[in-house]
């Protein structure tokens, strides 16, 4: 099993980035996809979830800002973050959870806003 996030980089304030998540090995239906991210110092936040069926939810601080997404059939999900801000500054993971309620992490991607 194995999970790649990609798109992570080096930002302006105000700029978008869109994080993509693959995931390989899993032939269960992947029941929730998850972004998290975790700035040095603090906690690991969930960012945004989705469900097989569709269902988004997302963390206070990027609420309007943050569009979380999932090709099903390629087993990919997506965070398009708009409107970035310094402080979403973090190590940004993608996380599933399958049918069979096993959790699986990918590595993290680094996501720096710059003032």
């Known amino acids: 099993v194995q999970l790649q996030a990609s798109g992570g980089g080096l930002v302006q304030a105000g700029d978008s980035l869109r994080l993509s998540c693959v995931v390989y090995g899993i032939r269960d239906r992947l029941n929730v996809m998850d972004w998290y991210r975790q700035a040095p110092g603090n906690q690991r936040e969930l960012v945004a979830q989705i469900t097989s069926g569709g269902d988004e939810s997302y963390g206070d601080a990027v609420q309007g800002r943050f569009t979380i997404s999932s090709d099903n059939t390629k087993k990919t999900f997506y965070l398009q973050m708009n409107g970035l801000r310094p402080e979403d500054t973090a190590v940004y993971s993608c996380?599933?959870?399958?049918?069979?309620?096993?959790?699986?992490w990918g590595p993290g991607t680094q996501v720096t806003v710059s003032s």
């Open positions: 996380h599933v959870r399958t049918a069979r309620r096993l959790g699986y």
